[in-house]
């Protein structure tokens, strides 16, 4: 299955902070961070855990830029 | 000034394509490419050029995990 | 690869609009009509046309309820 | 009062979970259920309940395609 | 019909370019200048004009903070 | 630094509710009052206090116009 989206940033889980409704999960992007918040349901569902090889996907239309 | 959106990923533009109304901008972030759309007004407004070091900037709640 | 975001609506591509940099996409779901509006990248890079079987994929913090 | 979001699916409110700040609403859409996090306060607002009748709303930008 | 978006800022309408697929609307709010990237469609479908009274609504989740 | 979002409303914090990932935000922009959801992260990182000047920044994508 290939996706829209155009922003699919390899990384590795360093944390996840779960809340009742939405979790937290930070993302090791080839030395940078990513942070991302998600359902709880979805780290479930991914059966998500730290050291998990990942994907963190961004539309690219939900991206800035700064200068 | 500081920005509440967690994700602000260093790198180089690589390539400015602009429409009418929305242009993209592809970025090179540690050897992975970001792609964004923004308003062409923007690519203006920044005086943004191919080679400029910018910051890709994502809201949190924008970001998906894929695994 | 298994997504974060929670909805994903099977249905059938109706139509195609390119513009330059982005372009709009109808997906019929279920007798419901979805727009999409994504890069005119994503449809090369999908090779999407008329009449094929897709995912509409939405995060859920994009949706929105009205009552 | 027309809004310009181009995504308006109409379905019946299965399930809504609050947490502090955000809630989950779960909406059946013709057989397939979507999932949508608000603020608290749009539940409390819209006297939200399991069994209205609803929208769910989303804006073109925010949809993708998988295929 | 009420909307879970929390922010409804009333405004007019100052100024409308379209491209192919998606359009720009410059709405004036107490005097700051609020840009909203919508589909063509949508302006269309609204029959938006310059001067027409309106509301910029946005999703509690894609408001960021500068301090 | 710039950003490429066209929305910055000036205002001032009238609230913070922290749930224990994300916080609600409102900010008086003007005599309307703005909602933002972001991570309790990002209240802590801008040292966020009612009372303080600040910005609330939509990127123009996520705007939508109603008639």
Known sequence: ????ARNALKGKV???TKGQVVA?????VGGQS???LVSVDAIEDLDLKVGDEVS?????TEVMIAK
């Open 56 to 60: 963190a996907i961004v539309k690219s």
């Open 14 to 16: 360093l944390e996840i």
């Open 1 to 4: 299955m290939k996706l829209s």
């Open 24 to 28: 937290k999960v930070k993302v090791d």
């Open 34 to 36: 990513i942070t991302s």
